[in-house]
């Protein structure tokens, strides 16, 4: 027994010296269930290798061959990291098939060799993608050039990592893709392709976000009890909604937030003019996306932009009938557009303040109802440099719009009265006619949404007739407005020198 016991350990030991001595002789062990698992792909720059860190490692040896059968060539020895380790083949040819193993070089000098990985070196992953969305909403992708790419195939989802459909191709490095809809997020990816007898294609590209803007919204605003009631429409894609409100130094200040299609500004003053900017957005990836800038002026009056409305202009005043009809004006809850002669401002200075306190318009009518086409440009330019003059020191602001005596203009006059021309779209003839009911029917039986209406302030019957044709117009469901309200609420730019008859409501 004692001879067997001995004999099993002599055995015992040679087995062991042998194993070592085989580590010396060939610095690797062989253990079937230790095997380095590698993964590989191709990227943008060639074939990624990368396999789990092992803490026991001292480096990592990467080999490739050619053939299945072929012989390794070391491509380098790297260490290890703690997050893993990475190594990138950027040496590969587009088309070859490569073979790859890597083996663990442990620190008690122990090998772990990985299976061998195939891999076919397709093209290259497209990369530096970006996109740029265009002014009319359109999403522009543009990405690096491939090497031996012939075109390169586009892919969309509405989701960030799957659900991704092919939308077309493009033989450049850009493609514009003009099915896209305001205030949505789309996520696109590039596959490069090679066409020929052998065809390629790469591995999809990482994602690339395009977040597209909702549209502005088209805000109104409504004075009602001393509040500014601003309403839109639904925006497409619109989570929130901000307010903002410019300051008496024309800075905007953000008044607050609302999902609702409405705010209510409490902080306004009947006859006072405001200008509101709403802007839609929507949160995506933790990004804040806006749309354009909702703008609304408006004035801190009962005017409904939805209703009908007309602009009564008096001609050649101020006069003795002028505060008889700012009278009826105000009690009706109504404006108008005075065209004031300069020679005549200073004898009739407490109607037109009156009329300027209750937010009617003093325009121009020059200064001494001279025929402009036969004056020169720097006599037109006096005829409205005086009348200003004088309006300015009786209301404290110049007139912004002209009407020229008689309707009269020429190029010349276009060019120098450096204001819009307001001519009208209804002529009561009352000059002519001097006759109160056929003034009134004038208007009565033509009067449409957005007409301007010629009368003259200085005649008695038209005085008689704007005391029938206020309450009655206001009857017929009629808002009687300045021209500049006209213009902004039926969303006209008057521009100086251009000739208006009409304020349509713009479609």
Not at 68 to 86: D, Q, R, Y
């Amino acid at each position: 027994m004692k001879g067997k016991g001995f004999g099993l350990k002599r055995d015992i030991v040679v087995l062991f010296f042998m194993a070592m001595l085989g580590v010396m002789l060939y610095g690797k062990i062989s253990h079937a269930e230790e095997i380095l698992s590698i993964e590989g792909k191709v990227d943008s720059k060639g074939v990624l290798l990368s396999w789990n860190y092992d803490s026991e490692s001292k480096e990592y040896r990467i080999e490739r061959s050619n053939r299945s059968s072929g012989s390794f060539t070391v491509l380098a020895t790297i260490t290890g990291e703690k997050n893993g380790v990475v190594y990138s083949d950027e040496s590969v040819k587009t088309g070859k098939t490569y073979y790859y193993r890597v083996t663990e070089i442990r620190q008690d000098g122990t090998e772990i060799e990985s299976q061998v990985l195939q891999i076919l070196a397709t093209l290259r992953v497209p990369s530096g993608g970006l996109v740029k969305i265009t002014k009319e909403n359109k999403v522009k992708l543009t990405w690096k050039a491939v090497k031996d790419a012939t075109g390169y195939e586009i892919f969309r989802s509405n989701r960030k990592e799957t659900g991704f459909q092919s939308i077309g191709t493009s033989k450049q490095t850009n493609y514009e893709d003009t099915t896209v809809k305001s205030g949505k997020v789309y996520y696109y990816k590039i596959s490069a392709i090679k066409k020929n007898k052998k065809s390629l294609t790469s591995e999809k590209s990482d994602g690339i976000a395009a977040y597209v803007s909702p549209d502005a919204p088209r805000v109104t605003g409504t004075y009602n009890k001393k509040k500014m009631k601003l309403t839109w429409k639904n925006v497409t894609g619109a989570e929130q909604y901000y307010i903002y409100k410019k300051n008496s130094k024309g800075k905007f200040v953000k008044l607050g937030e609302t999902t609702k299609l409405c705010y209510t500004d409490k902080n306004v003053k009947k006859g006072k003019r405001y200008e509101y900017h709403v802007v839609a957005v929507y949160q995506k990836d933790g990004k804040m996306i806006k749309s354009k800038t909702g703008v609304c002026k408006t004035m801190a009056t009962t005017i409904d932009p939805n209703k009908k409305m007309v602009a009564l202009t008096f001609d050649d005043g101020p006069g003795r009938y002028t505060q008889e009809i700012v009278d009826c004006l105000k009690k009706n809850d109504a404006k108008a557009t005075f065209f004031v002669l300069g020679c005549n401002v200073d004898a009739y200075q407490k109607s037109m303040k009156n009329a300027d306190k209750i937010g009617c318009e003093i325009a121009s009518h020059t200064y001494n109802h001279k025929n402009l086409t036969r004056l020169s440009a720097a006599e037109i330019r006096k005829e409205v440099k005086d009348t200003d003059a004088k309006i300015k020191k009786v209301i404290g602001k110049n007139p912004t719009l002209l009407r020229t005596p008689g309707g009269s203009f020429n190029s010349t006059v276009r060019e120098n009265v450096g204001k819009p021309i307001i001519l009208w779209s209804i002529d009561t003839l009352d000059w002519k006619t001097r006759n109160r009911d056929k003034t009134v029917s004038a208007v009565v039986n033509n009067v449409q949404d957005g007409d301007i209406v010629l009368m003259h302030d200085i005649h008695k019957p038209t005085k008689e007739a704007a005391l029938i044709l206020i309450p009655r117009l206001k009857k017929m469901g009629y808002q009687m407005v300045t021209v500049s309200e006209l213009a902004q609420y039926r969303n006209w730019q008057l521009k100086k020198g251009t000739v208006y008859y009409r304020l349509r409501k713009k479609k």
